[in-house]
């Protein structure tokens, strides 16, 4: 088992910066493959980004790349995504996923979810 608990979201203005992180315990997280994915309010969860368990492989929804990064530090048990140039449209909740030796765009591949956390931008 792997619990995944997200922080950072919050209530940004548009063009600001936010980093969120996603917090594993449980089983060794550097075997896990790690993704961010959105909701927003009426619509289907949206991939956002993902990384691969050594973190050499990265993946980004065409709607964030050039905007957002992902990262991880497995000594820390922990993967962040910077994001940037937030738009208004960037507002959802934001959830963290994972699953062993896994890296996908599609949420179906994911086990293991987190809570997640709120990003509001205003325009």
């Known amino acids: 088992q792997v619990q995944l608990v997200e922080s950072g979201g919050g209530l940004v203005q548009a063009g600001d910066s936010l980093r969120l992180s996603c917090a594993a315990s449980g089983r060794t997280f550097s075997s896990y493959g790690a993704g961010w994915f959105r909701q927003a309010p ?34 820390k048990n922990t993967v962040y995504l910077q994001m940037n140039s937030l738009k208004p449209e960037d507002t959802a909740v934001y959830y963290c996923a994972a699953n062993y030796r ?12 987190g809570q997640g956390t709120q990003v509001t931008v205003s325009s």
Do not use: P
């Open 42 to 75: 009426g619509k289907e969860r949206e991939f956002v980004a993902a990384i691969s368990w050594s973190g050499g492989n990265t993946y980004y929804g065409d709607s964030v790349k050039g905007r957002f990064t992902i990262s991880r530090d497995n000594a």
């Open 102 to 113: 896994t890296v996908s765009t599609d949420k179906e591949k994911y086990s293991y979810w």
